[in-house]
């Protein structure tokens, strides 16, 4: 597959309605078993508007529930419209070209291994500064990850990365990491603005 095709895997899979059902339901069901009880690692306030960008079908969201003050899902309009909430705004978006929701508080779980470089640190300056972010995703061991990082590598153009590898991409990107925790083998890394 031409690497152009990679990084628009979810917008080329979205015209075959069947295949993004399919391929959201399991990234749910993922997301679902991983998140859960994770609200406490996440440092939010009641205060806290949170955007989830890409958030999928919003698991991430519901496990936070009502402890912050509002909760906004973002993702293409076909995955918006795999979901009904009462409770969590939906923004149908591109990630990359339209415009991102206010918020105080900015999640990404499990995204921008999705992406090359280029394309993560395209994502990142697109969060406004005087937000806080998160990024929820693996910390590469060659000897452990190979095969998943490979498999990022041929379905979308991205890749599993070594921490030394996201520290690189936040500090172009104006990032700093502030604090970092482990949940469910993934890095719950705190950014603010360099």
Not at 23 to 48: F, K
Not at 50 to 77: F, M, N, T
Not at 158 to 176: D, K, N, V
Request: charged fraction near 25%.
């Amino acid at each position: 597959m031409h690497v152009e095709k990679r990084s628009e895997f979810f917008i080329e899979q979205s015209k075959d309605p069947k295949m993004a059902n399919l391929i959201h339901r399991v990234l749910d069901s993922y997301a679902n078993d991983d998140w859960r009880g994770i609200s406490s690692e996440l440092q939010l306030s009641p205060s806290d508007v949170v955007v989830d960008i890409g958030g999928g079908k919003g698991a991430l969201l519901e496990e936070i529930g009502d402890s912050v003050s509002a909760r906004v899902l973002v993702d293409l309009p076909e995955v918006i419209d795999l979901v009904n909430f009462t409770e969590i705004e939906t923004v149908s978006a591109d990630i990359f070209s339209d415009e991102i929701p206010t918020g105080d508080v900015y999640l990404m779980s499990r995204i921008l291994h999705d992406w090359g470089d280029s394309k993560c640190i395209e994502l990142l300056y697109r969060i406004p500064k005087t937000a806080r972010l998160i990024i929820i995703d693996r910390i590469a061991e060659p000897e452990k990850h190979g095969l998943l990082s490979l498999n990022m590598l041929l379905l979308t153009g991205g890749r599993e990365r070594t921490h030394s590898e996201w520290m690189a991409i936040f500090s172009e990107a104006g990032w700093s990491l502030t604090a970092q925790s482990t949940w469910a083998s993934h890095a719950i890394m705190h950014l603010e603005a360099c």
